[in-house]
């Protein structure tokens, strides 16, 4: 029966990260109207912009093939397990075991695959330049996304997130500077997997500069909103994975009982609040970079994660 | 053995070197087919000398044949080639006769130097006979490559076939087979050099080997 | 003459001079053709009762370990040939190259070159082999000659010419070899005689040999084709009949390096002298790399595979210079498979550029769409002669190279390369020889294709299975070696 | 006993091989040919696979009495040598049932028939020698008969240049294994593998052993630099023959590799660890940049199976690395990653190269720029090669993720290393094999939608039709295999377990009686994968979503033109294509690695004339090591070549020289 509990905690983890993830979303949105001095849309747009889209029918482009249509469930679908498989207000759900941090990377990595193919399914041009930067900045965030979780796996010895996060709680790790190193990698990279400000801009349409908006836009309707869905799920995810391996504080461990449980939920809720405003004040600050930039940008992302590892060699060795 | 045989033998190898010193000198054609008849007739000499002192009656045959052939009837269809031919009036040496004649005392001192090592058991005639025949092979080498002309180059290697003649019979007891051999390869040797020279004539109206270049494999 | 050995020791020599007087006057070329044939058969057969029947050593003939199956080998190739040339001589009548009174003097001369090389080998006496090799010498001389025209002439003049200076040295060094047996020996044929001169030779004066191993190696490396020697070979290859190439490439090449493998047994035999292995690796080697470098530049293919003839006698040479069970086992298959290989390609050379009507290699593609059966024989000669399994001469290239590698690493290492880039030129020229889109002549070969087959059969056969017998022989005479 | 089977079904392939020559003339002949090569190499798998599973009863030696008289043919089947001679049968296997379907379209099939048993036959032979000479013997008849099937084609243009650049560096690459031998056997000729065993070479030797090897061994596998010929050649041959050599040759060669160095060589050392390591980061990098810029499928196909070598000779250098310093369960760990993705490389290789055959015999096209939009004509074929490229860029839950997550948890436990040379490096090659997992992604993204999706940029693609059956069904059994290890590996791991045993002396814990059927390499709290997890709840996910926006949501769907921002619609050429695809990665890197330069020519406004753009690329590698060597062979046989025009007097000379020169040595020397 134990099985069953773990089985309910964690799909109503699913659940959590599937409600909150249009909320941050939009929560984002509205602090950076705020900083711009603007009213901004109300904090349920997201949700209202999906209920609409679903409603809506979906207009198919005459040479769009069934990849087209499957891939929004497969990106929806993968997004959502890979959110599911990272701690959020408690560590050692009963999933977290079917992959570690590694894992969670490939599967965006798969979804990414087929939102890729959908952009270069119907035949345009817009698709495929889309696509194609994605995937030329995919590759260049995954090689930096690796030395960080190398860094980690030296701290905590080992890749699963949920051993990160119980390892960077306990008090023995202390502040290193190879962290800090790493975290900084780590937003970096999840800059660029959100298409986020500065490599890309979530709020712009029509621009020869766009990439994620650029591969989705054929999609309409309900295909649309799972895309959509799937987009605010990941940036989730990102958040909630510093939050859990940098702030580890006041998860709760897996089996501890409701009580932990929800307080776990306030201390994330907490967490995702401060992380989405300083997203916020970061975009509002800094100015979108040439796609050609990128590279520049990713490998400092990636010497940043060379550094904290070799440094933590030294500091290990020492 | 006493001691004027050797003298006498060791002045007749000695004297085949000089002549094929003469040979390498010589720049004219029809002065180089009589000294090659003298070189033939010193051979031939050395030969019956040696047949003489080693009781070897059957090497007379060799003295004979090499004077007959080689010292007769060769210089004069030697004489009548190149007659034929209207080169009887110079040669050209590709090299000097000055360097030709240094490098061939070079070559002598190296005979000289190869065969030192060789021991007293093999007998003095034998050392310094072959101390000769080398040289006299090796300066008939150089001839064959400082002449440019066909019938030089061909006097070049019958000096050469002079001096294993020396070598053999310097070879105390060597069978009878060998004399015949090189007869007999003197022999066909010379048909072959017959029809290659006339055929050479026939078609590049020549026996300068160096037209025959133009039809060197692949130069096209 | 009671004893069957001598019989047919006779036999190996008598028909082939018989009937080269026999070919010489009979006028009808079909009938010559055959008669030459038979003649090569019957002699091939005697050849083989020798491997049963061993006579006693004589004071002129012996056949011992060392010359059995370089024998049998000489007089079965000389048969194939003989087939080839059949086909071969008939469509160069068709054509007008040859005419019948050339015929005739072909004939004889195949027949007295037969003569010269079994009685090189058969000889007991260092005099006796220098004649036969002369003998054989200037046959092929007059058959390279044979078209008349310029570039035939002028290689037979080449051939001639450094051929016969080739023939002094050798004999200079005969005689240096008389001169050392002779104070040990005593006067006489016996000093001359082989059996006699291995079992005295290390009482010679060793000073005299090493004088007389260096004329001998380079004297009758000439006739091999050892690099820098080797210069009227690829041309004697090219300008003569194909059938002469071919016998030339597996006979001859191997006839002259048999006498050097007898003198360098007396050598090894001698402590004083110098050890010849270095000397014969150098220049083994050195014709190796330079074949290697003037396979690339070649446009006639009967002069490429001359030139590939020198690489092959530059790596037998090298084995036997190494020395060793291994390496010597290596260097006699070597020998043994190349004669096989090489002719095998000749004919089928021959049998190419008569129907593409040239030598010419640009000249000649596709051969494996227009000609398959000369295409793919092509292509596996190629395959094998440069050593690729399953054919026998990766076993020798694989022994070579691996004994020397444990040795004398920079050795082996300059070798595998040589042995590379010489495959590469190979190779390149057969991509255009054998495939592309055909070229030149389409009509059918009039090919005898048994003896090309026999011949692949047998080195495809040598390359996965050798039998025990021929195996144990073999160690055997490399034992015998050194 | 299984060798003895094995070695009749060797010996029924070689008569297949003889046989098919007459029966290349007839129709039947490809069936028939094709038929039986199938059913011999099925035998083989199943033998194959009954001694890796059955716990070494099967296991065993055999000599015959062929090769090297002295020493016999030396056979063996071991752990390892079942374990590649299930990946080669498999290869094998797959490769007859295609041809029975594909052979049928071959125009020259006397080409082909009689040299693809024997190719078979060889890779076989290679896995179960057991000595020097027979391996040597066996892997060059290997190299001979695929040269022969590359050749097949031989009027294509380029072909017979691959061919000979093939048959080369094939040739370069035996010399080396033919040195390596040489040193382990000495010059008494022990030949036979037990021999070496018995008398491990001293450590200067073994390291000039290893590098010959991997000389060797490399340039047969396509280690950079030596992978110059693989993407020439492979796509060369007829796909189904592509197939076998991209995915089944290649890893011969591997094995080779293992067996000298793992097996033959004893205790490894560190920096050999190193040096493998780092060439397999560099290759893999090298192979996945060249596959981006190419637009030729088979030959991107053949690029990237330089990649999948280097990724595999990372796993084998981190597994000397950790052997060399006693580290014995990590040394397991990446030798399990390394041989599983031999096998999962074998499977999806196969797979990508089957359907790129089926794409050119449905085209008659290699060139992507000319295809496009074949997923509604060939949608089965599409399928499964949208598997096979997911499962080549190691995405969850395929089987290429499993291998190469393996490869990521040895990397991780570098740290644990010694020397501080590898402490740093192995970070650094798990940063390569990253980068160079990301543009596999990107590449197959590319291959896949510019071949499949979009609209048909060419006559040839609009008209395609669906490939036959026995394609169809060899590729559809691949790609399940492709998912079945993807979701299974602890099975797959289990298998290789006798081993990786037999040459790391540990092996990884087992993993079939997990629970859940999750694997862990280390230990659970370290890290762990469950495929089967993951593709389930995924695929409840997706229904999920599904079901439920079925029920609430709008299931209209409407056709019309793309929106492509309100642009009209214009002509297919305006889609994205390969080369621009690519264009943005090629600016990051290519200036580098590949000196491009674009110049574009843009006429002013008002002209009419069209703008240009070029690209100028070339191989830095090909230039640094390959031209070279051409000038040099170039430059000296011209020189040389001047001697075959001399004049007699001149030869003449020479022989003078000689015989001077040899005499004044011998007057000097005494």
């Not at chain 4, 690209?615 to 000038?631: K, S």
Request: hydrophobic share 60%.
């Amino acid at each position: 029966m134990a099985i069953g509990l773990q089985l309910l905690v964690q799909i109503c983890q699913m659940a959590l990260v599937l409600a909150l993830a249009p909320l941050f979303a939009g929560y984002v949105r509205k602090v950076k109207a705020h900083l711009l001095r603007r009213q901004g849309p109300p904090l349920a747009q997201h949700y209202r912009e999906l209920l609409r889209l679903l409603r809506k029918d979906v207009v198919l482009a005459d040479s769009a093939s069934w990849v087209f249509r499957v891939a929004p469930y497969l990106i929806f679908a993968t997004t959502w397990v890979a959110v599911s498989l990272v701690p959020t207000f408690a560590i050692g759900l009963i999933f977290s075991y079917a992959a570690d941090v590694i894992a969670i990377v490939a599967l965006l990595g798969s979804a990414r695959f087929m939102l890729a193919l959908a952009g270069l399914d119907v035949g345009t041009s817009f698709g495929g330049i889309g696509s194609s930067r994605e995937m030329l900045i995919a590759s260049l965030a995954e090689p930096a996304m690796l030395m960080v979780v190398f860094t980690l796996s030296l701290l905590a010895g080992s890749t699963q997130l949920s051993s990160i996060a119980a390892s960077m709680q306990a008090s023995d790790v202390g502040l290193r500077f190879s962290i800090a190193l790493a975290l900084i990698g780590l937003v970096m990279v999840a800059l660029a997997e959100n298409a986020r400000i500065p490599i890309d801009n979530p709020a712009t349409h029509l621009e020869l500069t766009m990439v994620h908006e650029a591969m989705i836009l054929e999609y309409s309707g309900r295909h649309l909103a799972l895309i959509e869905a799937a987009a605010y799920l990941k940036l989730l995810l990102y958040v909630s994975v510093i939050a859990c391996v940098f702030f580890p504080w006041g998860i709760a461990i897996s089996g501890q009982g409701p009580a932990a449980y929800f307080a776990g939920i306030g201390v994330y809720l907490l967490k995702l609040a401060a992380g989405g405003f300083l997203l916020a004040v970061f975009e509002t600050a800094i100015a979108k970079m040439r796609v050609f930039r990128v590279p520049d940008f990713l490998g400092a992302a990636l010497m940043l994660g060379f550094l904290a590892t070799l440094l933590l060699f030294v500091t290990l060795a020492g | 053995m006493d001691r004027l045989a050797l003298d006498v033998a060791h002045l007749l190898a000695g004297g085949l070197v000089l002549v094929s010193f003469m040979l390498l000198y010589q720049d004219r054609m029809t002065g180089l087919v009589n000294n090659f008849a003298l070189h033939a007739l010193v051979v031939s000499l050395s030969v019956a000398w040696q047949a003489h002192i080693q009781h070897a009656p059957h090497l007379y045959i060799t003295a004979a044949i090499a004077l007959i052939v080689k010292a007769i009837v060769i210089p004069l269809a030697l004489h009548r080639i190149i007659v034929q031919l209207g080169i009887h009036r110079t040669i050209e040496t590709v090299v000097g006769i000055g360097q030709t004649m240094l490098a061939g005392i070079g070559l002598v001192a190296l005979s000289i130097m190869v065969m030192l090592p060789i021991t007293a058991k093999a007998g003095t005639l034998t050392q310094q006979d072959l101390a000769f025949a080398l040289s006299v092979l090796l300066l008939g080498l150089l001839m064959m490559i400082s002449r440019r002309n066909a019938v030089s180059q061909v006097i070049g290697f019958m000096s050469i076939e002079n001096g294993l003649i020396l070598a053999a019979t310097g070879a105390k007891g060597m069978p009878l087979v060998v004399e015949i051999s090189v007869a007999f390869s003197i022999l066909i040797a010379l048909i072959v050099i017959g029809v290659f020279l006339f055929r050479i004539r026939e078609r590049f109206d020549t026996v300068d080997i160096h037209a025959l270049h133009q039809y060197r494999g692949e130069q096209l | 003459m009671t004893d069957p050995g001598n019989f047919f020791v006779g036999a190996v020599l008598i028909i082939p001079a018989l009937s080269a007087g026999l070919l010489a006057a009979l006028p009808d070329d079909r009938l010559t053709a055959r008669l030459n044939v038979l003649a090569a058969l019957l002699t091939f057969l005697a050849a083989t009762v020798l491997f049963f029947e061993r006579p006693a050593t004589g004071r002129y003939l012996i056949v011992d370990d060392l010359n059995v199956v370089f024998i049998v080998l000489s007089t079965f190739v000389g048969f194939t040939t003989s087939v080839f040339s059949g086909s071969y001589i008939a469509h160069e009548l068709e054509s007008g190259k040859l005419t019948p009174v050339y015929l005739r003097f072909y004939h004889a001369m195949y027949q007295t070159l037969m003569f010269g090389m079994n009685l090189a080998l058969l000889s007991n006496n260092v005099g006796l082999m220098w004649v036969a090799i002369e003998l054989a010498t200037l046959t092929t001389v007059l058959m390279v000659g044979i078209y008349r025209t310029p570039a035939a002439l002028e290689a037979a003049w080449k051939y001639f010419l450094l051929g016969s200076v080739g023939i002094a040295l050798a004999l200079f060094g005969t005689i240096l070899v008389y001169l050392a047996a002779h104070s040990v020996v005593g006067e006489g044929l016996d000093a001359m005689a082989w059996n006699v001169l291995v079992k005295r030779a290390p009482e010679f004066d060793p000073a005299l040999l090493n004088l007389a191993f260096l004329f001998l190696l380079l004297g009758y490396g000439t006739k091999v084709g050892l690099v820098p020697l080797h210069a009227w070979l690829p041309d004697a290859h090219a300008e003569g009949p194909t059938p002469i190439s071919a016998v030339l490439s597996g006979l001859l090449l191997n006839v002259a390096l048999f006498a050097v493998l007898r003198f360098k047994s007396i050598m090894s035999a001698n402590p004083g002298a110098f050890a010849p292995g270095p000397l014969m690796v150098s220049l083994g080697l050195l014709s190796v790399v330079f074949a290697a470098f003037m396979l690339y530049r070649r446009h006639d293919i009967k002069r490429m595979f001359g030139y590939s003839s020198i690489e092959h006698m530059g790596i037998v040479t090298f084995a036997f210079g190494m020395g060793g069970p291994l390496a010597n086992f290596a260097g006699l298959l070597h020998m043994t498979l190349h004669s096989l290989t090489k002719s095998a390609i000749f004919y089928c050379v021959g049998h190419i550029s008569q129907v593409k009507g040239t030598q010419h290699m640009p000249d000649i593609r596709g051969l494996t769409v227009s000609h398959p059966a000369l295409g793919w024989g092509l292509v596996f000669g190629v395959a094998a002669i440069a050593g690729l399994p399953p054919m026998g001469l990766f076993m020798t290239e694989f022994l070579i190279v691996t004994t020397t590698f444990a040795r004398h690493p920079l050795l082996a290492i300059v070798l595998g390369l040589a042995l590379l880039v010489a495959f590469g030129a190979l190779l390149l020229r057969l991509n255009g020889l054998a495939f592309g889109d055909p070229d030149g002549g389409r009509a059918p070969a009039k090919a005898s294709f048994a003896p090309v087959v026999a011949h692949f059969a047998l080195v495809l056969v040598a390359g996965i299975w050798l039998p025990p017998a021929l195996m144990a022989w073999f160690q055997h005479v490399a034992g015998l070696l050194r | 006993m299984a060798l003895a089977g094995l070695l009749w079904c060797i010996g029924a392939l070689l008569a297949i091989s003889v046989a098919a020559i007459p029966a290349a003339r007839h129709r039947w002949g490809t069936p028939a040919v094709y038929g039986s090569a199938l059913c011999a190499s099925t035998i083989g798998l199943g033998l194959a696979l009954a001694s890796l599973l059955g716990g070494g009863a099967l296991l065993g030696a055999l000599t015959l009495p062929v090769g090297l008289p002295w020493l016999g043919a030396h056979f063996r089947l071991d752990a390892l040598a079942a374990f590649f001679l299930v990946v080669v049968n498999l290869g094998a296997a797959g490769a007859s049932l295609y041809g029975l379907g594909y052979g049928s379209h071959e125009e020259a099939p006397g080409r082909v028939l009689p040299f693809f048993p024997a190719f078979l036959a060889g890779m076989n032979l290679v896995v179960l020698a057991d000595d020097a000479f027979t391996f040597l013997f066996t892997w060059e008849l290997m190299s001979l008969t695929s040269w022969a099937l590359v050749m097949a084609h031989h009027r294509r243009p380029g072909n017979a240049a691959a061919g000979y650049l093939y048959l080369i560096m094939a040739s370069f690459g035996t010399l080396a294994l033919l040195l390596a031998f040489g040193l382990l056997a000495g010059p008494a000729g022990g030949y036979a593998f037990a021999a070496i065993r018995a008398a491990p070479p001293a450590p200067g030797v073994a390291a000039a052993v290893l590098v010959l090897a991997l000389i060797g061994a490399g340039s047969k596998a396509g280690l950079v630099p030596l992978h110059v010929w693989l993407p020439l050649a492979h796509p060369a041959a007829p796909s189904h023959v592509s197939a076998l050599m991209s995915g089944v040759m290649t890893k011969v060669a591997v094995y080779g590799a293992v067996r000298i160095v793992f097996d033959l060589l004893g205790v490894p050392t560190w920096w050999a660890g190193a040096l493998v390591a780092l060439l397999g980061g560099v290759t893999a990098v090298m192979g996945v940049l060249h596959a981006l810029m190419e637009h030729d499928l088979k030959r991107l196909l053949a690029y990237h199976t330089v990649e999948n070598i280097g990724i595999i000779f990372i796993g084998l250098g981190l597994a000397l690395a950790f052997g060399a310093n006693g580290m014995r369960a990590a040394a397991a760990l990446a030798l399990t990653a390394a041989l599983l993705h031999v096998f999962n490389h074998s499977v999806f290789k196969s797979l990508l190269f089957f359907g790129s055959g089926a794409v050119l015999t449905a085209t008659g096209e290699r060139d992507m720029e000319r295809l496009g939009g074949l997923i509604h004509r060939m949608p089965l074929t599409a399928f499964v090669f949208l598997v096979g490229s997911a499962a080549i860029s190691a995405l969850p839950p395929f089987n290429g993720f499993v291998s190469e997550w393996l490869t990521f948890q040895a990397i991780l436990v570098s740290p644990a290393l010694p020397q501080w040379l590898l402490k740093f490096l192995v970070p650094a090659i798990g940063a390569l094999l990253a980068l160079s997992a990301a543009l596999a992604a990107a590449c197959f993204v590319k291959a896949f939608g510019v071949t499949f999706l979009g609209r048909p940029r060419s006559d040839a693609a609009r008209q395609a039709v669906e490939t036959d059956r026995w394609s169809l069904a060899t590729m559809l059994i691949l790609a399940a295999l492709c998912l079945v290890a993807g979701i299974l590996p602890g099975y797959f791991i289990d298998a290789l377990a006798p081993v990786v045993r037999a040459l790391a002396g540990a092996q990884l814990p087992r993993q079939g009686e997990l629970d859940w059927l999750t694997i862990v390499p280390v230990a659970q709290s370290r890290s762990s994968y469950n495929g089967l997890l993951l593709f389930l709840i995924i695929a409840f996910a997706a229904g999920l979503g599904a079901e439920a926006i079925h029920r609430w949501a709008s299931g209209v769907s409407r056709r019309s033109a793309p929106w492509d921002c309100g642009f009209p619609d214009a002509s297919p050429a305006t889609q994205y294509t390969a080369g621009s695809f690519s264009q943005p990665i090629r600016r990051v890197f290519g200036s580098v690695v590949f000196r491009a330069r674009e110049e574009v020519n843009m006429p002013p406004p008002g002209d009419l004339r069209a703008a240009q753009m070029h690209v100028r690329m070339r191989d830095v590698l090909w230039d640094a090591f390959y031209a070279p060597v051409a000038g040099l062979v170039s430059y000296v046989a011209d020189r040389l070549n001047k001697v075959q025009f001399l004049s007699i007097r001149a030869y003449l000379t020479l022989v003078f020289g000689a015989l001077v020169t040899l005499l004044t040595v011998l007057a000097v020397w005494r």
